[in-house]
């Protein structure tokens, strides 16, 4: 996957023999750097570009980009690390970011199947039944 950017591509590659993430600059493919460090996939750009977020194992990891003087990548540093975030589902990522920096996961709490899905249908109306009273 490539997703282009202001700053550049963001690409996730295995070319190392393990899947990484990486930024190369965009229009022209002068400059690549690797941004994880011991494996990287489904990563995302903040909404300010300035940093990419990706999931490393059971751990959301984050490392800052910078562009001048050249293309650069700051060491990873380990937002969270839990074992019971849930791993990438159906092509999905299992984390994003929120425009003020905050992170939406999906965690697991072992007590829910993981062999079955349960639908919610018209939930709102249920809310604003229950909430009709108060």
Do not use: C
Request: net charge positive; glycine share 8%.
């Amino acid at each position: 996957r490539a997703v282009g950017v202001l700053l550049g591509l963001m690409i996730e590659s295995n070319e190392s023999g393990r899947l990484e993430v990486y930024v190369q600059s965009y229009p022209s493919a002068t400059a690549r750097v690797q941004v994880s460090r011991d494996g990287g996939s489904w990563a995302t750009w903040t909404k300010r570009g300035d940093a990419i977020y990706f999931a490393a194992g059971s751990a959301i990891m984050s490392s800052t980009i910078t562009t001048q003087p050249e293309l650069r990548s700051a060491a990873p540093r380990m937002i969270v690390n839990d074992p019971l975030l849930v791993p990438p589902i159906a092509g999905a990522r299992p984390f994003d970011i929120a425009p003020d920096g905050r992170i939406l996961a999906i965690r697991e709490d072992g007590s829910v199947r993981s062999d079955h899905i349960v639908i919610v249908q018209n939930w709102l109306s249920e809310v604003r039944t229950r909430n009709a009273g108060r």
